[in-house]
């Protein structure tokens, strides 16, 4: 990998890890449309660490005031009942999904499902999905000629049950395609919670999966010819930057936008890929690493 590669790689993981648009579809892409080798999963996960640094430091407030408060919880029983320590274990609740099926489908996230036929097709069903989502937020928001605006949840109606609904909507992402912050996103918009609190709890959820991901490829890749170090450590600080920019410009975008115009992108684009696969232009297997 070059640094040229490895300065665009960075920031198109930085860019769309947090826009429900799914960060490992276009790194698969990006690579496939310039021709580069794919940049893999060992890659991928090593580069969300600089992006899950920047979400460390917006959330830094939050995740002191929940990892304090959970701490205490640990020896004092009343401190359990306060808001940020039940967050702390419902992000470590929301966190076994993921954690259970990235283990046992480690092969098949390596393997078939960077398949650009399976990245083109989620790209189009989770927009959809996302479409819909939004259309219901938006209508118990605005209500209607003969219904009163529906009252959404906050965080402080999290529970364990919804905590392991957004864990499994979660893991879905595994799937390059699916994206992260759309599938927990639309998955809380579907259980009634506001916009904002589906995000922040979206990102919340990310830190321990990302960070044990990339970690455990970073032991697995140590041994390994295969990694560029230089270039991958250069490509994780510019995915740290931009990701943190568009974590400030995307909670600000939430709170009065529709998601409507990322829907319209992922369909156009997955229907454009499965378009030049089907015609023969492009390889459902292009750019793949033989590493």
């Not at 090593?46 to 408060?69: C, H, M, N, P």
């Not at 489908?105 to 036929?117: A, H, V």
């Not at 989502?133 to 049950?161: F, I, S």
């Not at 697995?220 to 450590?233: E, K, R």
Request: charged share 15%; aromatic share 10%.
């Amino acid at each position: 990998m070059s640094w040229f590669e490895s300065l665009i790689l960075g920031l198109v993981q930085g860019l769309t890890e947090f826009l429900p648009v799914s960060s490992s579809a276009h790194l698969r892409l990006t690579a496939a449309f310039s021709g580069w080798h794919d940049p893999g999963a060992a890659f991928t996960a090593i580069t969300q660490i600089g992006t899950e640094a920047a979400v460390l430091i917006y959330f830094r407030k939050d995740i002191g005031r929940i990892v304090t408060a959970w701490f205490r919880s640990l020896f004092d029983k009343a401190a359990r009942k306060e808001h940020d320590a039940q967050m702390g274990w419902l992000v470590i609740v929301g966190s076994i999904p993921i954690g259970v099926l990235g283990v046992t489908l480690k092969d098949q996230i390596e393997g078939p499902f960077r398949d650009l036929r399976v990245t083109a097709t989620m790209l189009v069903v989770v927009g959809i999905v996302i479409g819909v989502a939004d259309r219901l937020a938006a209508r118990d928001e605005t209500g209607g000629r003969h219904r009163a605006p529906k009252q959404r949840k906050t965080l402080e109606n999290l529970g364990v049950k919804d905590g392991l609904i957004f864990g499994l909507c979660q893991a879905c992402a595994l799937i390059p395609g699916v994206s992260r912050s759309g599938a927990t996103i639309s998955g809380g918009l579907f259980m009634g919670y506001k916009r904002e609190a589906a995000a922040r709890y979206s990102f919340l959820l990310a830190i321990p999966a990302v960070l044990a991901s990339g970690l455990f490829e970073l032991k697995d890749a140590m041994g390994s010819d295969h990694v560029a170090w230089g270039p991958t450590m250069f490509a994780t600080v510019i995915a740290f930057a931009s990701g943190y920019a568009v974590i400030a410009w995307f909670m600000k975008f939430i709170s009065t936008k529709s998601f409507m115009p990322f829907v319209w992108y992922r369909v156009v684009l997955g229907i454009v890929i499965i378009g030049l696969v089907v015609a023969g232009a492009l390889s459902p297997h292009a750019a793949e690493s033989a590493g």
